[in-house]
């Protein structure tokens, strides 16, 4: 299964938690998260968390370093509490997101706890954050160019969008 499939598939399930009341994101036209927005937040997520790197320290700091840990290392990954992933990337982040998904804080933690465990893991194939700070990877996984400019997150993002072979 590539990102986007798991991606979408997350943020479906995330989706349909919201819909029964249960948590998660708000539904989109196909039940979940359209891809357009799948790109808008992993790129928000990463670009205000400083990357991969800063978003590991953030979880790290936070007391959640074990569960993020599980996600770059080769094994199992734990699940992350929503309230405690929405604290540990604090208010200004989670508005972000939240404003991005049309929801509130809750929902975007939710969503996000759906997602983080196998984004960071596609990041660190090898069980370690690469030196690129997981851009190169990123790019790798989204059909992106080979050798990215760094920042340039936009762009590798846009892969998700090429048709798929």
């Known amino acids: 299964m590539g990102l986007l499939d798991s991606l979408i598939g997350a943020a479906t399930e995330a989706a349909m938690g919201a819909q029964r009341g249960t948590g998660g994101a708000p539904a989109g036209a196909a039940g979940g998260l359209n891809p357009q927005l799948?790109?808008?937040l992993v790129s928000t997520l990463l670009n205000n968390?400083?990357?991969l790197k800063g978003l590991l320290?953030?979880?790290?700091?936070a007391g959640l370093g074990e569960a993020a840990q599980s996600w770059v290392g080769t094994g199992v990954n734990q699940p992350v509490n929503p309230d405690q992933l929405g604290e540990a990337l604090g208010p200004d982040l989670m508005g972000m997101i939240?404003?991005?998904?049309g929801?509130?804080?809750d929902q975007a933690s939710t969503t996000l706890a759906d997602l983080l465990p196998g984004l960071v893991d596609?990041?660190?194939p090898q069980g370690q954050v690469p030196a690129?700070?997981?851009?190169?990877?990123?790019?790798?996984l989204l059909g992106g160019q080979d050798n990215p400019a760094p920042g340039d997150?936009?762009?590798m993002l846009g892969g998700l969008m090429q048709p798929r072979r």
């Open 38 to 40: 799948l790109i808008t």
């Open 49 to 51: 968390a400083g990357g």
């Open 57 to 61: 320290a953030r979880l790290q700091s």
């Open 98 to 101: 939240a404003a991005q998904l």
């Open 103 to 105: 929801g509130n804080r």
């Open 122 to 124: 596609q990041l660190t």
């Open 132 to 140: 690129d700070n997981g851009l190169g990877a990123l790019g790798a």
């Open 153 to 155: 997150l936009m762009g």
